[in-house]
T-cell receptor
Framework: QKEVEQNSGPLSVPEGAIASLNCTYS??????FFWYRQYSGKSPELIMS????GDKEDGRFTAQLNKASQYVSLLIRDSQPSDSATYLC????????FGAGTRLTVKP | DAGITQSPRHKVTETGTPVTLRCHQT?????MYWYRQDPGHGLRLIHY???????DKGEVSDGYSVSRSKTEDFLLTLESATSSQTSVYFC????????????FGQGTRLTVV
């Protein structure tokens, strides 16, 4: 079983819609959770971090964490074509482990 | 920009040759990581370092070694390159604070022929 699981997609949403990205993890001792965005041919860039259960909002992005269910999600509101990228879920407990990523396409 | 520079950015090498990739940081961060990224696998941790001369293995460390003799440099060596090590390699740093976000270098595309 992979430590961090993501639906590989591709996920396609129309411009202006809400994109929902999901991630599950296996290590119950995990302390910190992150979402990275990676454009093709580029390095990952951090977009959200979350450390406690509940929701965290930053602009159009909302990260949700449920440690009991070992589940992290990212919502992107008012999706834009520029949001088209691969989104990586990362989990930290002594070291940082990543999921395989979900490719998101936002269609104009 | 977290002050991370990877070199070289691109390299083609032959099977069986040793290869060293360099990660250089300018901000004195304690934690440094090497990942490889392959289609369908995402980022997989190779080795990491939590200080000078302090390193540990990640999930895909076979065939790789690392060294950190100075805070600013973390070297990844492929002892004898194989075609399965063709990949994009990313270095990352993590700041020494409660916030454990990792920040990435630009990546090195390595092709083993």
């Amino acid at each position: 079983q992979k430590e961090v699981e993501q639906n590989s997609g591709p996920l396609s949403v129309p411009e202006g819609a809400i994109a929902s990205l999901n991630c599950t993890y296996s290590d119950r001792g995990s302390q910190s959770f992150f979402w990275y965005r990676q454009y093709s041919g580029k390095s990952p860039e951090l977009i959200m971090s979350i450390y406690s259960n509940g929701d965290k909002e930053d602009g159009r992005f909302t990260a949700q964490l449920n440690k009991a269910s070992q589940y992290v999600s990212l919502l992107i509101r008012d999706s834009q074509p520029s949001d088209s990228a691969t989104y990586l879920c990362a989990v930290y407990n002594n070291d940082m482990r990543f999921g395989a990523g979900t490719r998101l396409t936002v269609k104009p | 920009d977290a002050g991370i520079t990877q070199s070289p950015r691109h390299k083609v090498t032959e099977t069986g040759t040793p290869v060293t990739l360099r990660c250089h940081q300018t901000e004195n961060h304690r934690y440094m990581y090497w990942y490889r990224q392959d289609p369908g696998h995402g980022l997989r941790l190779i080795h990491y370092s939590y200080g000078v001369k302090d390193t540990d293995k990640g999930e895909v460390s076979d065939g790789y070694s690392v060294s950190r003799s100075k805070t600013e440099d973390f070297l990844l060596t492929l002892e004898s390159a194989t075609s399965s090590q063709t990949s994009v390699y990313f270095c990352a740093i993590r700041r020494q604070s409660f916030n454990t976000e990792a920040f990435f270098g630009q990546g090195t595309r390595l092709t083993v022929v």
